[in-house]
């Protein structure tokens, strides 16, 4: 053996870099490079007595899991089902959930980030899909953080193909499209309106709503289409006013339709209510479907009586899922991407009217 081996010699006979050497001898980047290679960089440094210690010291555990929000008055009333959720099963566990406050507005962002990372606030670090640019994503990868993101709206994007070492976890909106437009009769499809707010997230419902329809030979036209709103994230409030407002100004094109598809359900009520003014009834004269957000919390907090069909994402399964990727990233973290796949929920005048119309046949 050659105790005076370089770490370039080490490098050359694995036919890899220098800093692909260090990343395998690194606990905390060997999960940047393949099982089968660091194995092969571990055996040379054995065979030719390469020091495989490097002075790094173990990392110490803070047991805290960081939560990172932009708009946290937002975030909190979206996903306070879900954190209630996660941290009863991380406290189970030994971990607590902390929320870090960053400022989403550009430089800010980066020099929030940088500084949350070096202080080691947490060891494992949960940001929203808004929060990844490409300095904040160098900034992940560079320092081979534990990170997870989540994607709560619609994902045509692939965010994984495009952050691949940045673990995440998502709702398959697709699944309950695909179930709505299977259950939901044809009659009914072919007079389809899409009412949303207009941000990025009805935008690719709507991309998913049309994809299903084309399955079904049946094209969803601009004329059947109404995004309104400044596109800016909206509270329900301001979401419910601004979808009155909608349905006034674009009363002649959104009245006399069977089937509405509608993104979130502020703009739902919105719409029911304006179109009850005109005399339709909701279940007997159309349909709604919209988003709903299940977890066994809410049933204390509220209850569902309007008559909608229902794209339905479960916040318990999501917490669940997730407090057990935080504890698999913490001990091994190799980067993973987990979907959460939706339901449809028809509505109960539809699942009656179909109910009556098989039993007449």
């Known amino acids: 053996m050659n105790p005076k081996i370089s770490g370039a010699e080490?490098?050359?006979?694995?036919?890899?870099?220098?800093?692909?050497?260090?990343?395998?001898?690194?606990?905390?980047?060997?999960?940047?490079?393949?099982?089968?290679?660091?194995?092969?960089?571990?055996?040379?440094?054995?065979?030719?007595?390469?020091?495989?210690?490097n002075g790094i010291k173990p990392r110490y555990r803070t047991f805290k899991i960081g939560f990172v929000m932009g708009r946290m008055d937002h975030d909190l009333d979206t996903c306070r089902f879900m954190l209630r959720q996660l941290c009863d099963h991380l406290q189970a566990s030994g971990y607590t959930l902390t929320l870090i406050r960053v400022d989403f507005s550009s430089p800010k962002m980066i020099l929030h980030v940088r500084h949350i990372i070096k202080s080691d606030i947490a060891d494992l670090y949960i940001v929203g899909s808004s929060l990844l640019n490409g300095q904040t994503i160098e900034l992940f990868h560079r320092i081979s953080r534990r990170v997870i993101c989540y994607y709560t709206g619609s994902d045509i994007w692939k965010p994984a193909r495009f952050h691949s070492l940045i673990s995440s976890i998502r709702y398959d909106h697709e699944t309950s499209f695909r179930q709505a437009t299977e259950q939901i009769p044809l009659p009914l499809l072919r007079d389809s309106f899409f009412f949303g707010y207009c941000d990025r997230d009805a935008e690719e419902k709507l991309h998913l709503l049309r994809r299903q329809l084309r399955k079904h030979h049946i094209s969803l036209t601009r004329s059947r289409v109404v995004l309104y709103g400044s596109g800016l994230i909206s509270s329900g409030l301001a979401t419910y006013r601004d979808g009155v407002r909608a349905v006034h100004e674009n009363l002649e094109r959104i009245r006399d339709h069977r089937l509405y598809w509608v993104e979130s359900t502020p703009a739902a009520a919105a719409l029911k209510d304006e179109l009850e003014r005109t005399g339709s009834t909701c279940g007997s004269d159309y349909q709604i479907v919209t988003y709903r957000f299940y977890s066994s919390l809410r049933q204390d907090y509220s209850r569902i009586d309007d008559d909608f069909c229902h794209l339905v994402c479960d916040e318990d399964q999501f917490a669940r899922t997730l407090?057990?990727?935080?504890?698999?990233?913490?001990?091994?973290?190799?980067?993973?991407?987990?979907?959460?796949?939706?339901?449809?929920?028809?509505?109960?005048?539809?699942?009656?009217?179909?109910?009556?119309?098989?039993?007449?046949?």
């Open 323 to 361: 407090s057990e990727l935080i504890l698999t990233l913490i001990d091994d973290p190799t980067p993973r991407h987990l979907v959460i796949p939706t339901r449809f929920e028809i509505s109960d005048s539809l699942a009656a009217q179909l109910k009556a119309h098989n039993g007449k046949v």
């Open 10 to 53: 080490i490098a050359r006979l694995a036919r890899v870099s220098q800093s692909t050497v260090s990343r395998a001898l690194n606990p905390h980047r060997a999960w940047q490079i393949s099982a089968e290679k660091r194995a092969e960089i571990l055996s040379l440094c054995q065979t030719h007595g390469y020091p495989v210690k």
